[in-house]
Structures are given as C-alpha cells and as structure tokens.
C-alpha cells in the first residue's frame, strides 16, 4: 500500500513540476509526471530491498526528494535541447528549395 501512495506521490510532484517549471509546452503533459511516479517506485522498491523499513521515515524523505529532484532535472535538461532542436528544424524547413524535410 505504500508503495502505491509514494508512487501517486511521485505523480503529483511531476504534475506540479510540469506546471511550476518553463518550457512545458516542449514536452507532452504526461512526461514528468510519469517520471516522478516511475522514478517514486524505483527508489522505494530499492530502499526496501537495501533493508529500510517503510515506516520509517528516512525512506519516505529520500523517496520524495527523488520524486522532485528527477522530473525537475528532465525538464531543465529536456527544454532548451528541444528548443534547440525545433529551432533546427524551423531553419531548414524555411528554406525554399533546400531539399531537406
């Protein structure tokens, strides 16, 4: 059960990292939060096995602050790359006759 709450979890703190950070129309709506429910799950399922108990509340602290710090991190590496890219890509489809799609 509480792998589930750390997972939903990781999925709000995604949502409120897709919505707080620049650049979220770069990505789909759904990026981030997946990333932090995925990345939630990971983490806790790899502290259990590490022997942490799950009452505990160190688990819970690091599992959240993964939570946030990796779908924080996607999306400040993800944007300016995509910027970058659709930028490319806008230059060379706006050049008549080049012959590049």
């Known amino acids: 059960m509480e792998l589930l709450f750390i997972t939903v979890g990781g999925a709000i703190f995604g949502l409120g990292a897709h919505w707080f950070l620049p650049r979220r129309t770069l990505h789909?709506?759904?990026?981030?939060?997946?990333i932090g429910a995925a990345t939630a799950a990971v983490v806790w399922v790899a502290l259990t096995w590490l022997g942490m108990?799950?009452?505990?509340?160190?688990?819970?602290?690091?599992?959240i602050a993964v939570s946030i710090a990796v779908p924080v991190a996607v999306d400040l590496f993800l944007g300016p790359r995509r910027e970058q890219a659709d930028q490319i890509r806008f230059e060379r489809l706006a050049r008549p006759g080049s012959g590049v799609a």
């Open 53 to 63: 108990a799950w009452d505990g509340g160190w688990i819970w602290v690091i599992s």
């Open 28 to 34: 789909g709506a759904v990026l981030l939060p997946m």
